[in-house]
């Protein structure tokens, strides 16, 4: 029982991640003119993509960067966030259960600096696509233990029920 509602609740979150892509994400403000609504696709790829264009500008042509330091690691942060979540669910997967718990610390750790570049440079705000995003990654991350199961007895792995180890139930 424990096993089939930790596996809804991560498929759930999964999926909920997923569609946070196609919803706005980050909405504009009146003291933010011409900053147009963002979807969740559009955040997470101009993050990853935007800091490297810069990077590549600024070391090959001389270019200086042209946003603020503190913000350009924020984004550079940002941009990683998405990547190293999908590498938490594929380890997830595969049973690599130390390696999902250091992530999920990771991940987590890593969404503030997100904000930091949403509220304070581009002055807008967060929306429905930000929050489902959010909400789909604390469901996959912690799947196990909203179903009432910790992380050290979850799935069987491959090498667990050769030795004959069964999780506890």
Not at 43 to 53: E, G, H
Not at 98 to 107: C, P, S, Y
Not at 127 to 135: C, S, T, V
Not at 150 to 159: E, K, L, M, Q, V
């Amino acid at each position: 029982m424990f096993r089939a509602a930790q596996e809804r609740m991560f498929w759930i979150g999964l999926l909920i991640y997923g569609i946070s892509f196609c919803l706005v994400a980050v909405g504009e403000t009146k003291s933010s003119p011409g900053n147009q609504p963002l979807f969740g696709f559009a955040c997470a790829s101009m993050a990853l993509i935007y800091p490297v264009i810069e990077a590549r500008a600024a070391l090959l042509h001389n270019v200086p960067i042209v946003v603020p330091p503190t913000v350009y690691v924020s984004l550079l942060i940002s941009g990683w966030i998405n990547p190293l979540f999908m590498m938490a669910v594929f380890l997830d997967l595969t049973n690599h259960l130390r390696a999902v718990r250091i992530l999920r610390f990771v991940v987590l750790s890593l969404i503030p600096f997100s904000w930091f570049v949403i509220f304070l440079f581009l002055r807008a705000y967060p929306r429905e696509g930000h929050f489902l995003w959010i909400i789909g990654i604390l469901l996959v991350l912690f799947s196990d233990q909203m179903s009432g199961r910790s992380t050290t007895s979850g799935r069987i792995s491959a090498t667990d029920s050769k030795v004959g180890i069964a999780p506890a139930l």
